[in-house]
C-alpha cells in the first residue's frame, strides 16, 4: 500500500514480552502456555481478600538483562504501583505494574533499515508487570474467561516516537524479539500471544514540527499485521485530512481478516487507571554490583556477533546477518565450523564459507519446508561438519553429498555410514574415469564436431553425459581436466 509522500507518519511503539519465568510475577503458579482454562491460579493471583504477592527474582534479573542490552538507564530504586480498571478476565480490578519510577529508562536499539544506513530508535522506558486474563469472545456462547493467564510475568517496551514508517515498524518489533529470544527471557510468539505490540499513531506534513492527533492500534498478533495495520491507518488519516475532516483520538482494533481497524473507545470513553503505589510490595533496590552481575551474565548479542563473523570469518554482511537472526542457528553455525575444522585442519575462516552455504541452502531449507527450529533439526553440527569434510577430502562429490543429507535427514546416521552402505565413493582414479569420457565422446560425434569447431559452450555437455555415466560419481576436477585433455588432443 502507497503512502502520501506529502505526509510524514510518526509512530510509537508498546511492546509487551511475556517473561519466560517457570512461575508468575507474584505467586508460585505455573506459566505453562496450554494448560486446562482456570487451573493456574491461587488466591494471590485471584486477589483473594489478604493474600500478599512476593516479587518473583527472576523477573527483575531477566528486565535488567534486556535493559542493559538496549542501553537503558537502570534506576537504583523503582516501585510497583497498582493499574485500576474494571475487566471479566481481571479479578482483582487492578494490575500490578510500574508507572512514575519504571526500572529501567532512556535506551534505545538500533535497526538495520532497508537502505543499509540504520537507525537508532529511542526507548523512553521499560518496566515490569503482570498479564491479565483471556476473555474469548469467538464461541458461539456468551463470553468465557480463562484467568490462568493472570499474574504472568511481562515487560513492557515503550519506544520514543521515532519510527517514521510502516517497515520501521516491522524492523523494530524484529530487533526487539530478536533481543529477547537472544537473551532467553521470552520466546517471542506473537500467535500464542507471548510478544504483542500496541502502536501509536499520527500523520503531519512534512516540514510541519507539530505532532498530529494519535490514535492506538491494538490486536495486531504478527509482524506482518503490524506492517499492514500501520499502513491502514496512516492512509485514513491521510483521507480524512485531506477530505477536510480532523482524526479523532481514539483506540482502534485491526482486523486481520478484513484488512480494516475498526473503532474500540474513544479519548472520552478511554480509562483513567488511577495509578498509585502498590502498598503490598516494597520497592525494587538494585545496586552496582547486581548490574554488574547481570551485564556479566549477557550473551554475546546479535549485532556485535554479526559484525564478529564478519570480521574474523570473512562472511559478507548478508550472510552473517541471515547466521546470527536466530541465536540458536548462529550456534548450530559456530558448532559445525569448530567441528569441521577440527577434521580437516583449516582455519576456520578458509572454511567459514562453505559451512555458511551449507546452512543457508539446504539447513534453513529443511526448517522452513518443515516448520521446525533447530533443536528439532534431526543432523548435528558433528555430522554436517563430517558430511561436509567428505566433500573436501574427496570422498563424495557435491552432488552425491546432497543425496547423503536427505538421507541424514531420514535416518540422522553417519555419513560415513551412508557412503558405505550406498556405495557412494567418488570415483577419483583416471582411468576409470578416461573410459567414461572415451565412451562420452565416442557416442556424440557431432558435439564433439561443434566443439572443435569453436563452440566451446558443449563441454559443459560432455561433463554432464560423463557424470551421468559414472552415476554422480567421477570427481567432477578430475572429470574436467580429463575432457579438456582429450578434446584437447582431438584439436591437434
Not at 517457570?22 to 506459566?31: D, H, L, P, V, W
Not at 554488574?292 to 563473523?309: I, N, Q
Not at 556424440?444 to 555437455?461: H, I, R
Request: proline residues 5%; hydrophobic residues 35%.
Amino acid at each position: 500500500m502507497r503512502l502520501n509522500k506529502d505526509y510524514e507518519p510518526i509512530i510509537g511503539l508498546e511492546v509487551h514480552a511475556q517473561m519466560l519465568t517457570e512461575t508468575k510475577a507474584f505467586c508460585g503458579c505455573s506459566t505453562k502456555f496450554g494448560s486446562e482454562p482456570n487451573t493456574n491460579v491461587c488466591p494471590v493471583c485471584l486477589g483473594m481478600p489478604g493474600t500478599l504477592p512476593v516479587l518473583n527474582l527472576n523477573l527483575v534479573e531477566f528486565v535488567l538483562k534486556i535493559g542493559l542490552a538496549t542501553n537503558c538507564k537502570i534506576a537504583p530504586r523503582s516501585i510497583f504501583a497498582r493499574k485500576n480498571y474494571f475487566y471479566p478476565d481481571l479479578p482483582k480490578g487492578y494490575q500490578i505494574s510500574q508507572y512514575e519510577k519504571p526500572i529501567c529508562t532512556d535506551g534505545f536499539a538500533e535497526i538495520d533499515t532497508d537502505d543499509g544506513k540504520g537507525k537508532t530508535i529511542g526507548l523512553t522506558r521499560i518496566h515490569m508487570e503482570e498479564d491479565a486474563g483471556k476473555s474469548i469472545h469467538d464461541l458461539d456462547v456468551d463470553t468465557l474467561v480463562d484467568v490462568n493467564r493472570c499474574g504472568v510475568p511481562l515487560i513492557e517496551i515503550v519506544s520514543e516516537p521515532d519510527i517514521r514508517s510502516p517497515r520501521e515498524a516491522y524492523q523494530f518489533l524484529s530487533k526487539i524479539k530478536q533481543l529477547v529470544t537472544y537473551l532467553g527471557i521470552c520466546d517471542g510468539n506473537m500467535e500464542e500471544g507471548s510478544l504483542r505490540c500496541d502502536a501509536n499513531v499520527s500523520v503531519r506534513r512534512k516540514g510541519q514540527e507539530q505532532f498530529g492527533t494519535k490514535t492506538e492500534v491494538k490486536n495486531m498478533n504478527s509482524f506482518r499485521n503490524v506492517e499492514r495495520a500501520l499502513e491502514y491507518e496512516i492512509n485514513r488519516q491521510i483521507q480524512l485530512i485531506e477530505d477536510g475532516g480532523e482524526v479523532a483520538q481514539e483506540t482502534l482494533l485491526w482486523d486481520a481478516n478484513q484488512n480494516v481497524a475498526y473503532p474500540m473507545r474513544s479519548k472520552e470513553e478511554a480509562h483513567d487507571y488511577r495509578y498509585f503505589p502498590d502498598p503490598d510490595l516494597v520497592p525494587v533496590l538494585v545496586d552496582e554490583t547486581w548490574i554488574e552481575k547481570v551485564r556479566a551474565s549477557l550473551p554475546e548479542l546479535p549485532t556485535p556477533r554479526r559484525d564478529r563473523f564478519i570480521a574474523e570469518l570473512g562472511l559478507s554482511k548478508y550472510d552473517a546477518e541471515v547466521l546470527t537472526n536466530e541465536k540458536r542457528v548462529a550456534s548450530y553455525y559456530e558448532e559445525t565450523l569448530a567441528a569441521l575444522a577440527g577434521i580437516t585442519g583449516q582455519p576456520s575462516k578458509n572454511i567459514a564459507k562453505t559451512v555458511s552455504n551449507w546452512l543457508m541452502t539446504d539447513v534453513l531449507r529443511v526448517m522452513g519446508e518443515r516448520k521446525t527450529d533447530i533443536p528439532e533439526f534431526p543432523i548435528s553440527p558433528k555430522n554436517l561438519a563430517a558430511m561436509i569434510g567428505l566433500i573436501i577430502d574427496g570422498t563424495i562429490s557435491g552432488k552425491i553429498a546432497k543425496e547423503v543429507f536427505e538421507e541424514m535427514l531420514e535416518t540422522n546416521e553417519h555419513p560415513r555410514t551412508i557412503v558405505k552402505n550406498k556405495n557412494l565413493v567418488q570415483v577419483s582414479d583416471s582411468s576409470t574415469i578416461e573410459l567414461a569420457v572415451d565412451e562420452v565422446l565416442g557416442a556424440n560425434k557431432p558435439q564433439v564436431d561443434k566443439y572443435l569447431g569453436g563452440n566451446e559452450k558443449v563441454f559443459g555437455f560432455f561433463v554432464g553425459e560423463t557424470m551421468k555415466k559414472m552415476q554422480g560419481k567421477g570427481n567432477p576436477k578430475i572429470v574436467n581436466e580429463v575432457l579438456k585433455r582429450k578434446l584437447g588432443s582431438l584439436k591437434n
